[in-house]
């Protein structure tokens, strides 16, 4: 009886451990954090929840934007957008074509957004 009872618990153990194994590896900021390693543009969002902010990565350097909700005619939707940089020390090698990249990008999942991208992105736009 004891040894079906430990086989019993081992099995659980199991199921838990492949279970955390799995969730790992689907985990949004595991694959975040590849993508920043790997110098690759990876964009995580609630689409549904417009009080979270979603985080981005591009050639190695990290994103955030600030969704503000408006009006349209028919409904209300995400209208502005702020985007800041983690880490402006990461921002070297970012290009003027880089960022409108990934205004692309944002577009494709808020087209009605308006983009507004914070210091020190920002100055790259004004030169």
């Not at 689907?26 to 979603?54: C, G, M, T, W, Y």
Request: hydrophobic share 40%; proline share 4%.
């Amino acid at each position: 009886m004891p040894v079906k009872t430990f086989q019993v618990l081992l099995l659980i153990a199991a199921i838990f451990l492949l279970y955390g194994f799995y969730n790992y590896l689907r985990s949004p900021e595991r694959k975040l954090k590849r993508a920043k390693k790997n110098k690759q543009f990876f964009l995580i969002d609630d689409k549904e929840n417009v009080h979270k902010n979603f985080t981005f990565v591009y050639k190695g350097c990290s994103f955030e934007g600030e969704k503000y909700i408006g009006s349209t005619e028919e409904k209300f939707v995400v209208a502005n957008i702020d985007i800041t940089v983690h880490d402006p020390n990461e921002l070297k090698g970012i290009s003027k074509q880089d960022l409108l990249f990934l205004e692309e990008k944002i577009t494709e999942h808020y087209p009605r957004a308006t983009l507004h991208w914070k210091h020190p992105i920002n100055t790259l736009f004004h030169t």
